[in-house]
DNA sequence: TTGTACGCGTTATCAT
DNA sequence: ATGATAACGCGTACAA
């Protein structure tokens, strides 16, 4: 691979002045512009960006930390960053953490070796205070899905309990009382927020708490099967199922079928996160949407204003979910 | 940031001796090695890995390129390739090239600047003499469902005229005979050898084929509502319905249903990559297993063996699909 | 407007 | 076994 001396000595010009023009930053006369232009062309130069990185001190780089790269609501999430980085010229690296501590730290850690100019982290199983201390670093990040109020001006979150109120109270509206709920795993975040709003719900509505009618699922599909199978087991009478994402959701309205009831006149189901395919289950799953593509999005346009002064957006830190009430759910008679 | 050389002082040696603790490939008395580690964990000491890069000319990390960042597909994919690299202690450069032959070229440029010791490629729109021409450089690289005769052995693809070829034979066996197609994006190779297994299976049972029963979808969801759509519309009898992928299977699914066709009753539906949801469609979908994880993984084992002397595994180039009969399709009376 | 020279944080090749 | 010292490819004061 060429590099910038080759190419000075080609145009017959120092290094100094091949750097010039590429970065344009500093006036050079149009001739010598001309003849390094023409000697980059010629030997097909491509700079080396990690030689840049190394003397500029920044990568035009950014690094993302998922839990996982599957899944139809990290995919979503990290397409709306990519699209946001490539309109601007930066690019991205990615990393998964996989809701593990240890696998987390060494993937941000990994990150800063790469000189990535910021962070954008979906983390989960890190401590608060772990990240007040990396706030403390010159890597500058955003969390993504996650609020500590020390770091508020670095979250984008949504509400997730007033997501699970909706999720709710949108069943007690239509006549339900006997209410199952299927959650993710308690020691997340986001899992405890929304069995919160379901909570707050039920006591606005004076309805009381069963808590045979409580599982804790993995946020994946089979946690749905093993979830409504446990409910179903209790023999506790119930008229609808809150599951607390999509996932779940669609494991539960499969096994259902496969145990012979009918959604929603057997029992109505609500999901949460509308990822994609919520809209091609059977049948049309009613759930709390959850903005991830645009979260994913403002994410990007808080570093792009930052980190690198650019974008003129106001950057929204707390999204507000709302119910999207499609065919899994019914009015009780 | 402490550096190398700041450790160096507080061990009381010179850098070279530093850097050989961390790579431990030089022999280091073990009282001087104590003396360097513990000055690295006072001082935190963290290598900067960009300079590692420029310095040693291997960045320990690989380039991936694929279509998109979301879809059940490419999220399995990626999965697949970061967990090999991540036991193998490498790291993994994302992009996405959106299927466009320019975006395509843009980052695979760009994982090149990025001095990634290889590329792992899923790339549509790029020609076949570009990639030809790419294999002069000396970055080394795999595609991934893409065969290229004169690449071959960088090649790891699937079998994609034998699935198709297998979904219509699975009908043709239940006795149909009037069998629309939908297909991918016909510009893309893996659409054009998936049709060319459909057709093939018809030659093989003295079946003719009935172009009215065509539609040339987007492998996305809404492509198999309007092909579907676009079938009923041209009031050819017809029995049964494959898809060139599950996508377009769920949204013919759930089209149909909307229109008041019962699937497998009224007609059958088969798709093509088993990803995770053709489980979790109604009904559920009987499809071509794509062993995309697997192949993932595979073409992380190529790199660690072709490029990192790594890796003792045998490198399979060619999968083979099978097919997987679940409730979609149906004998015909 | 252009060139010189130094620095970025490592690795690697020599000596010692 | 360890220490100088030259790369690696580029950015950037500073000087001209």
Redesign the interface.
């Known amino acids: ?1 060429a590099t910038i001396y080759e190419v000075a000595k080609a145009a017959g010009v120092s290094l100094a002045t091949v750097s010039r023009v590429m970065n344009n930053n500093t006036p050079v006369r149009q001739a010598t512009r001309t003849k390094v232009l023409a000697a980059m062309a010629e030997l097909g130069y ?6 840049q ?2 003397a500029s001190n920044c ?1 035009n ?1 950014i690094g993302i930390l998922v839990s ?5 609501f ?3 999430m ?2 709306g960053i ?1 699209a946001e980085f ?1 309109a601007a010229g930066k ?6 953490g996989h809701s593990e501590r240890e696998t987390e730290q060494d993937g941000i ?2 990150l ?4 990535c100019d910021a962070l954008i982290l979906h983390v989960e199983a890190v401590s608060d205070d772990y990240l007040i201390e990396l706030a403390q670093g ?1 890597t500058p990040f955003v969390l993504l899905n996650r609020h500590i109020d020390a770091l508020a001006d670095r979250c984008i979150s949504l509400n997730n309990e007033l997501g699970g109120y909706l999720a709710t109270q949108h069943l007690l509206e239509q006549g339900h009382r006997q209410i199952a709920y299927i959650a993710g795993p308690m020691w997340k975040t986001d899992a405890r927020e929304r069995y919160a709003g379901h909570q707050r719900a039920l006591q606005e509505f004076h309805c009381a708490l069963n808590t045979g009618l409580f599982f804790e699922g993995d946020f994946r ?1 089979t946690g749905g099967s093993e979830g409504l199978q446990s409910i179903i087991a209790s023999k506790q009478p119930f008229t609808a199922v809150v599951c607390a994402n999509d996932e779940m959701a ?2 539960a ?2 096994t259902a ?1 496969e145990l012979g009831y009918r959604v929603p006149e057997d029992f109505s189901v609500v999901g949460f996160d509308n990822v ?2 919520a ?4 049948p ?1 799953l009613t759930t709390i949407d959850y903005p991830i593509s645009a979260m994913g999005h403002m994410a990007a346009r808080w570093v792009l204003s930052q980190v690198y002064q650019q974008a003129d957006t106001e950057v929204q830190q707390v999204f507000e979910p709302y119910l999207i009430s499609r065919d899994s759910t019914h009015l009780i008679i």
């Open positions: 691979m491509r700079p080396n960006s990690i030689a990185s190394l990568s780089s996982e790269l599957h899944g139809p990290y995919g979503a990290l397409t990519e490539r690019h991205v690296i990615i990393a998964a850690e990994f800063k070796s790469r000189n010159d599909e669609s494991g309205l499969t079928r994609n395919f809209y091609y289950t059977y049309k």
